[in-house]
């Protein structure tokens, strides 16, 4: 099977599942996920403080509908489990329709799609329709019931580390807390799965590790549990959005200028000159976390559609239509591409940070200059010496020096041959 269509298949079997920021849902998917790569799944408590937050109650759910006065179910959660509100507290009962409305969701705009909505931190519950079959709805006794349990239970993630040479890491993440939505959190979630089994079998100079997370909760317990990792962390993604047809967005990190911006910015110019690049703002995914003041990390996020800048957006019409094998297939295919451009990218360390080293003395710095590839070269020298502070490979000097790579090898050569150079 192609990378295209198996990311696909894998999207198929999870879109049924009702996921949720806890509960049986996430442990299912995990489960599925499980049989691509050995994933470890971890479960917080109830109640545990995480920073500023607390780990909420669990829930699960198992049945709800709306009936009509003959009996009818006009809304049934079997069927579509966008339906009932994300965290609905369980009700059973006889309402008429001006008390019902207090508890129906609709998107007027997209008057045929069901919107998403969740009430996570209110205790509230409701039920999620069509504008077309809210506004249809006859002035009648309806029976709604939502079978569902919330009460103290854990927060479920998955994780999952590759191993490779150096314990400095790559971070790749993206949230499993959306019930049936592709594109948002569905294709992630394959694309992650299907990255880490294929990096699994691979010789990595880097260690890789993934999460699988309730977006927000998710990724604050996570950053609270794991505060001795962070510091490993030298490159990261948050992915999501990747299965639809649009052109490619990325998110920078907050610092704007880290290793992991440069490559995704370099691959993407150069393979799809028409991809967006954002400044980052503190909204949209897991980035915000990460990315928060205390850890400012270098990790930035990768979609093709925008976060929320999309019809289809958290609504019934984010299914299995919305996206395809192709644009899974390349989305992927560019994080390839990434991995290697981070696994083979060359980083020299001076040592000699303190100020310029004297070139002079060394034979390095020409007396007599004038002609332009001499000038060339001595800035080459300048511009390694500045950059190479473990944090920019030849690449990314070549690319912000504007000197062709054939100068910047040379001149790294003369500086490794001077002691004033080392690899990394
Ligand atoms: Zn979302």
């Not at 049945?63 to 966008?82: H, M, Q, V, Y």
């Not at 969740?118 to 509230?124: A, E, V």
């Not at 690049?277 to 270098?298: K, T």
Request: net charge negative.
């Amino acid at each position: 099977m192609n990378s295209g269509d198996e990311l696909y298949s894998l999207i198929n079997r999870l879109y049924p599942i009702c996921r949720s920021i806890t509960g049986d849902g996430v442990r299912e998917s995990l489960q599925i996920i499980g049989e691509y790569i050995p994933i470890q799944v971890h479960e917080v408590k109830s109640g545990t403080k995480v920073f500023d937050w607390t780990v909420p109650e669990e829930w699960n759910i198992y049945d709800a509908f709306i009936k009509n006065s003959r009996g009818d179910k006009i809304i049934d959660f079997k069927e579509l489990n966008l339906h009932v509100l994300n965290y609905s507290i369980p009700v059973d009962e006889k309402i008429g329709l001006e008390k019902l409305k207090e508890h129906l969701f609709t998107d007027p705009q997209h008057p045929e799609w069901v919107p998403y909505r969740t009430s996570y931190h209110n205790k509230n519950w409701g039920f999620c329709m069509s504008h077309n079959q809210f506004t249809g709805l006859n002035d009648e006794v309806y029976e709604v019931k939502i079978d569902s349990v919330l009460k103290p239970g854990s927060l479920t993630y998955g994780e999952y580390l590759i191993k490779g040479k150096t314990d400095l890491e790559v971070l790749f993440t993206c949230h499993i807390c959306h019930p049936s939505l592709c594109d948002d959190n569905l294709s992630g979630i394959s694309i992650a799965a299907r990255l880490a089994r294929e990096l699994s079998n691979m010789k990595l100079k880097y260690s890789y590790r993934f999460l699988f997370i309730p977006g927000t909760i998710g990724s604050i317990t996570w950053l609270s549990l794991n505060q001795d990792k962070v510091n490993n962390i030298r490159y990261g993604l948050v992915l999501t959005l990747l299965g639809d047809e649009s052109k490619f967005h990325y998110k920078k990190s907050r610092r704007g200028n880290s290793e992991i911006d440069r490559i995704v910015i370099r691959l993407l110019k150069d393979k799809y000159p028409d991809s967006e690049f954002i400044e980052f703002y503190p909204y949209g995914y897991d980035e915000r976390q990460f990315c928060s003041p205390a850890f400012n990390l270098p990790v930035g996020r990768l979609s093709r559609s925008n976060h929320g800048e999309f019809p289809e957006y958290h609504t019934s019409a984010d299914n299995l239509a919305f996206i395809a094998p192709k644009y899974l297939s390349e989305s992927y295919e560019l994080l390839l591409a990434i991995v290697d451009e981070i696994e083979s990218g060359e980083k020299y360390l001076s040592l000699n940070p303190e100020c310029e080293p004297q070139l002079g003395k060394r034979g390095l710095f020409k007396k007599i200059g004038g002609q332009s590839e001499t000038k060339d070269f001595q800035m080459a020298l300048l511009w390694i010496l500045n950059l190479s502070d473990g944090e920019h490979s030849l690449k990314d000097i070549s690319e912000q020096s504007c000197l062709g790579s054939s100068i910047i090898y040379a001149a790294k050569d003369a500086l490794v041959d001077a002691g004033l150079l080392i690899k990394m």
